[in-house]
């Protein structure tokens, strides 16, 4: 079955690729969940649409990568969230969070599926957040968690 893949999938290709796969894989797996949609004759539109997207949003060059890994490693992010008296967070900080976080820090826009957090962060304090730019370019940003 002939599909167009709307989001990266691992081992398969990224988004806006027609791709062939066996039909249940892509009937009870791809389909549903959102990652591919069934390929049609009109949907090279949808093809173009994807490809220009992610267009947008890529880091096209190394030197690129460089010149925003050097803002975001500058930048003092701060993010207030509820918390307890002993400092646990209610619930644990998301890469959506980090993401906003930076926005509003005045930092460049950043996809959030490029975000790593090593381990959950469930409390108050500095922690350490990974952006991946490029293939070569990581980015170590530090985040500040404050209670609200």
Known sequence: MKIILTNEVPGLGV????????????????????FAIRWTKGGQKDVDAIRRA??????????????????LEGLQVKLAVRSGDSG???????????VEAVKVAGGPSVDKRTVTIASPIKTVGSH???????????ANLDV?????
């Open 54 to 71: 992610r267009k947008v949003r890529a880091i096209q060059s190394l030197e690129h990568a460089n010149e925003v890994k050097g803002k």
């Open 15 to 34: 988004a806006g690729e027609v791709v062939e796969v066996k039909d249940g894989y892509a009937r009870n797996y791809l389909v549903p969940r959102g």
């Open 144 to 148: 500040a968690v404050v209670s609200a």
């Open 128 to 138: 350490r957040v990974t952006v991946k730019l490029h293939t070569d370019v990581e």
């Open 88 to 98: 646990r967070l209610f619930g644990s900080v998301t890469q959506a969070d980090v």
